[in-house]
């Protein structure tokens, strides 16, 4: 059955009896209705809040992209400095465009319409704000440095066009305009005040500019100059340092014309130069007449800006006063120190300096000359150089010219200065000396080489070159007679020296057999030397292969001998000295076989190991004494050790090269000459070449000898206690009593030349 809900709504409450009488009511209806409303509101709330949820997270989401691109974009565009800083408002914004383009394109529709594109674009915007401001502090900033980067390249451009012309006034002058239109162009709106900051600043920097380039050419009055017109725009502690060093500079060429005169006059007469300078003549007083002659005669001229201290340097050097320093401070404070300042006007005087404070900060800032028939001040101001009121600016005190007669500091050093000046044409002459003497020394050598030197002809060479300069013409005689002496050994050195070749070739043709070679090989072994005889012997022993075989069984016997590698080492190199000779196979293995196991006479070294290691010990003790020597003696103890072979004197040897100095240039030489003509080098044949080559370039022998004997002895006592006269007859050695001792070198000299001509033979 239908249930009429409306009736039955009605009729709820009723009594049964009464169902049929109850009136329509659709109260109850209308309150599921409400409730029904209600629940739907509520429901339509939480989607509502739900969807501003999501709408709000997207946009967060979206606009962090958003903040995190745009600052990236900011901080690279804030990379750029100056001029390349001046467009980043405009590549921000464009960016920026970009940027929330490209967002929009990949946001969900959430944000791009209604109320999330109404959120975003307010939060974005925030952002952007930002952004905005910042670059736009960002680029006023670069703006301004570029602005000032080109200023001061413009300052500086002009700066160095006057550093190019420091002489030129007109090109300074250019300058100047230019720095003052650079000035007013950029800081022409920040009113006067720092446009006057500006230009002192700027004109200071082309000052210092201006004084160091005059001061690094040398041009110090220039430097001096500047000093004056541009102090006051430098800073006080730069100008006075300025100042000194431009002073100091005065000085000292002041002491380097002196010099130059005083050489001029004197020559290389040092005792005449010194009765003068310290004598009463080198010194002259004040002419204060002078001073104030050459003050007044510039009178009306106008030497420029800031030119008051160099105009009083130049009066004052007129009379004869000691010129001062060019920057009016440091000038006061010098004669403070000289003790020449003083304030009482009743001790003024013609040609006193007067310090003037027209700034009115008790600084000395312009300096004029007294002049007491008149009383008034000449100065050389702004407006040419003319006479002023003592009083018409400040005073600050006064001071006496100091005269420039010289103290005695000033004579020791102007003496300095001469022989500085001595020494300098000493050195000039001694220059072009030894530029003739190398280059006939070098014509002669190259004829001695070729060895076709003739007397007359090097004397004629010797004549014509010197220029009647006597010191040259004794050098080079004594060079050319040397050459001329030894040009025969000289020779025949040339000619040993194809023996090598002749003694391999006729090894090679078998003209001589091996054992000829042998015989060949030791008979020039002197000639030859010691790397090149070992050589010899080696090949020789080559030609028969079967002498090859004989070492290796040798070489194995002491390997199956000796076990420690260092012994097999000690006796490999024993055999190979004791055998080297032998070059028939059968007599190599026997005297190999002999020195390993011993012969009926003497032991083998197989038997007695202390045989080889006695050898190599004195070997290691040879290159132990080699290395506690200076490395300049290593070629001439090679020699020492050919010439003595294996009979070397250990205590000889220390000896005679200990007590050489390797920095002893006739030491050195001696050992050179005993190398090359392989003569004895004992200490006594050493010292007669010492003593030869002394005397020849004219210097005392005694203090580059070896052990020489004491000068008191007589030259017969001294043949006694050094044997390098022993092989002088009886008759020499008498004739020699009477000599002095530089007598005896000399002649020494001439007996070793003459045996170099073979005029004598001292072997």
């Given at each position: 059955m239908a249930i009429d809900i409306f009736q039955v709504g009605a009729q709820l409450g009723a009594p049964a009896s009464k169902v049929s009488n109850v009136r329509y009511d659709n109260s109850g209806q209308q309150a599921v209705a409400r409730e029904s409303a209600q629940t739907g509101r509520i429901i339509q709330a939480g989607v509502e809040h739900v969807r501003e949820q999501i709408i709000r997270t997207d946009v967060l989401q979206t606009n962090n992209e958003y903040v995190k691109r745009t600052n990236e974009l900011r901080m690279q565009l804030m990379q750029k400095k100056e001029k390349g800083a001046l467009d980043i408002v405009s590549e921000y914004e464009a960016g920026e465009r970009k940027i929330r383009s490209e967002l929009m394109a990949q946001s969900p529709q959430s944000v791009r319409y209604g109320k999330g594109a109404m959120l975003f674009d307010y939060s974005a915007q925030q952002t952007d704000n930002a952004n905005r401001r910042v670059l736009g502090q960002y680029r006023a900033q670069q703006f301004e440095a570029w602005q000032n980067t080109t200023f001061a390249n413009s300052i500086n451009s002009s700066v160095q066009k006057a550093v190019l012309s420091p002489n030129d006034p007109a090109v300074i002058a250019d300058v100047q305009k230019e720095i003052d239109y650079a000035i007013n162009s950029r800081y022409g709106t920040y009113g006067r005040e720092r446009l006057d900051l500006e230009y002192r600043k700027w004109t200071g920097v082309l000052g210092q500019a201006l004084i160091d380039r005059s001061y690094a050419n040398g041009d110090i009055n220039t430097a001096e100059a500047y000093v004056e017109k541009y102090g006051p725009y430098m800073d006080p502690g730069v100008t006075s340092a300025y100042a000194k060093n431009v002073y100091a500079r005065k000085q000292e060429e002041r002491q380097f014309k002196m010099g130059q005169s005083l050489y001029a006059t004197f020559g290389e007469d040092e005792g005449a130069a010194r009765d003068y300078i310290f004598g009463d003549n080198f010194s002259n007083a004040i002419d204060t007449n002078a001073i104030l002659k050459a003050a007044n005669g510039d009178i009306g001229k106008n030497f420029g800006e800031n030119q008051c201290t160099v105009s009083i340097n130049r009066w004052l050097k007129a009379g004869g006063a000691k010129e001062g320093n060019t920057w009016a401070p440091t000038n006061m404070a010098d004669a403070k120190k000289n003790g020449v300042f003083f304030t009482q006007r009743n001790q003024l005087r013609d040609g006193d300096i007067v310090y003037w404070d027209w700034e009115g900060n008790d600084d000395s800032d312009h300096v004029g000359l007294y002049e007491k028939s008149t009383g008034k001040v000449i100065q050389?101001?702004?407006?040419?150089?003319?006479?002023?009121?003592?009083?018409?600016?400040?005073?600050?005190?006064?001071?006496?010219?100091?005269?420039?007669?010289?103290?005695?500091?000033?004579?020791?050093?102007?003496?300095?200065?001469?022989?500085?000046?001595?020494?300098?044409?000493?050195?000039?002459?001694?220059?072009?000396?030894?530029?003739?003497?190398?280059?006939?020394?070098?014509?002669?050598?190259?004829?001695?080489?070729?060895?076709?030197?003739?007397?007359?002809?090097?004397?004629?060479?010797?004549?014509?070159?010197?220029?009647?300069?006597?010191?040259?013409e004794r050098t080079l005689l004594k060079f050319g007679d040397d050459l001329i002496g030894i040009q025969t050994k000289a020779a025949a050195a040339v000619s040993n020296s194809g023996i090598y070749k002749e003694i391999k070739d006729a090894i090679t043709n078998s003209t001589v057999t091996p054992a000829e070679a042998v015989s060949l090989i030791n008979q020039n072994a002197t000639v030859l030397g010691e790397a090149d005889r070992s050589r010899l012997l080696a090949f020789a022993r080559n030609q028969d292969p079967r002498n090859k075989d004989v070492d290796k069984q040798l070489t194995t016997m002491i390997n199956e001998a000796l076990s420690d590698p260092v012994e097999r080492g000690e006796a490999q190199i024993y055999l190979d000295n004791a055998i080297e000779d032998k070059t028939d196979p059968q007599k190599r293995y026997d005297a190999g076989y002999g020195v390993l196991y011993g012969t009926k006479d003497k032991p083998g070294i197989l038997q007695n190991k202390a045989i080889f290691k006695n050898y190599n010990s004195k070997q290691r003790e040879w290159g132990s004494l080699k290395s506690s020597l200076s490395p300049k003696l290593y070629p001439y103890i090679d020699a020492y050790q050919i010439q003595n072979g294996n009979n070397i004197d250990l205590g000889q040897a220390k000896t005679i090269f200990e007590s050489i100095n390797p920095n002893d240039k006739y030491q050195i030489s001696a050992l050179q000459y005993a190398t090359v003509y392989n003569s004895p080098m004992y200490i006594q044949e050493l010292n007669k070449q010492i003593a030869a080559m002394a005397v020849r370039d004219g210097v005392d022998a005694a203090p580059h000898l070896l052990d020489i004997p004491q000068q008191s002895e007589t030259v017969v006592q001294q043949n006694e206690s050094t044997p390098w006269f022993s092989d002088w007859g009886a008759s020499e050695r008498t004739g020699l009593a009477a000599m002095s001792f530089s007598d005896t070198l000399e002649a020494i000299k001439q007996r070793h030349l003459a045996a170099l001509r073979g005029e004598i033979n001292e072997e």
């Open positions: 050389a101001g702004s407006h040419g150089t003319a006479k002023l009121d003592l009083d018409h600016y400040k005073v600050l005190g006064f001071a006496h010219p100091i005269s420039a007669a010289p103290t005695l500091e000033d004579r020791q050093k102007a003496w300095n200065t001469y022989i500085q000046e001595v020494n300098i044409n000493k050195a000039i002459k001694a220059n072009q000396q030894n530029m003739i003497i190398k280059n006939i020394e070098q014509r002669l050598w190259d004829n001695f080489k070729t060895g076709i030197i003739d007397s007359q002809d090097m004397r004629n060479m010797v004549f014509s070159a010197s220029g009647g300069d006597a010191e040259i």
